[in-house]
């Protein structure tokens, strides 16, 4: 009787599953907006094109927009009255790149509006940036996503972890999102390109464990670099490549660095210090596994808690919400 019941609990959830998986389609917008992949990609092509950063800004976006309520561009939302937004939370006060999917959204709403959603935009947006230098799709994105009400800067804490999380954290933060120890790790891999402030990592150069140390972990000749990139205490503008001379480059450098234990965070350093986990850092050394792992994590991450159907809205503006 027992088995029976194990045996329809896992069918149970297994179609569950499948259906989460179904969710999101491949050009979900064929009939009702032809152009719109096409124009995401052309405009942001063309703002790629004079700026070699936007692919690490977009990115990271998409993955803050992700991690808080699911990918629906509850991100994108400006405060409006007293209940603080995302945006305004602490790790979000350093995202860039909101003007291009404004832009993106007002030349789409020209076409067909009110049918895309911002928080398709900006998954397409993202895959766009980081594949410019490619000149083709690094990963499938699928599409269908709806575009949610409500963003509330106290949730960003508890969701999104902090540079200096440990493994443990980082795999049970990420399991909340029904995202894997491999996806963990692949998607660490996004800190192959962008830049990160002092900030952000000088506790690991300065005061460790709370009287004036360097965390042992962190390669002593980088560490020495880093203190003289950033002095303390940490100042608010500076920024330092996360992946050193190959940071507008995506590339397969950032595992090898994390080998040398030169990850710039504990979260990249915690990477080895798992079995699993560090064995799934060697094997993302080699390009073909790191790009074909990356894209197979960008469409788990890009489909956590989706609005789809009839859920949410299309925006008309993916800074406020319908009136
Ligand atoms: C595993 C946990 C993660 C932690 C603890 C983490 C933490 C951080 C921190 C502290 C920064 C620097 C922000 C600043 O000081 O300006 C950063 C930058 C960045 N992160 Fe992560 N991150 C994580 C995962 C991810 C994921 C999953 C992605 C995307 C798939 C991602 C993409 C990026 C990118 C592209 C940048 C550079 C942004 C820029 O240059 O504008 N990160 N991350």
Not at 26 to 39: G, I, P, V, W
Not at 69 to 79: E, N, V, Y
Not at 203 to 214: M, V
Not at 299 to 312: D, P, R, S
């Amino acid at each position: 009787m027992k088995f029976h019941i194990v045996i329809l609990l896992l069918f149970v959830l297994g179609v569950s599953r499948a259906s989460g998986a179904d969710k999101l389609k491949k050009n979900f917008y064929k009939n009702s907006c032809r152009q719109a992949e096409t124009l995401v990609r052309n405009i942001t092509w063309s703002r790629a094109a004079n700026d070699s950063k936007l692919g690490a800004k977009i990115l990271r976006v998409h993955y803050h927009d992700c991690f808080v309520r699911g990918c629906d561009a509850s991100i994108l939302l400006d405060t409006v009255g007293t209940d603080a937004a995302e945006k305004s939370a602490r790790p979000n006060l350093s995202l860039l790149g909101f003007e291009v999917i404004d832009e993106i959204k007002s030349e789409i709403e020209k076409v067909c509006p009110q049918v895309v959603s911002c928080a398709d935009i900006l998954a397409l947006a993202a895959r766009d940036a980081v594949s410019f230098p490619f000149k083709k799709d690094m990963w499938e994105v699928y599409t269908g996503r709806r575009d949610g009400r409500i963003s509330l800067s106290s949730e960003v804490t508890g969701n999104i972890p902090g540079a200096n999380s440990n493994f443990a954290t980082l795999k049970n933060l990420f399991a909340n999102k029904s995202l894997s120890v491999t996806d963990l790790v692949a998607l660490s891999g996004a800190h192959t390109i962008g830049v990160a402030h002092c900030g952000a990592f000088s506790r690991r150069l300065y005061n460790f464990s709370g009287n004036g140390d360097t965390d042992p972990s962190l390669n002593q000749a980088y560490a020495e670099t880093l203190k003289s990139q950033c002095p303390n205490p940490a100042s608010s503008t500076i920024t330092v490549e996360m992946d050193p001379q190959s940071s507008e480059s995506f590339d397969t450098h950032y595992f090898t660095a994390v080998k040398q234990n030169k990850g710039l965070f504990q979260s990249d350093a915690a990477l080895l210090t798992n079995t699993a986990s560090s064995k799934i850092v060697d094997s993302l050394q080699k390009a073909n596994t790191f790009f074909s792992q990356f894209g197979k994590s960008m469409k788990n991450m890009g489909e956590i808690e989706v609005l789809i159907g009839n859920a949410g809205e299309i925006r008309k503006n993916c800074r406020i919400v319908n009136a």
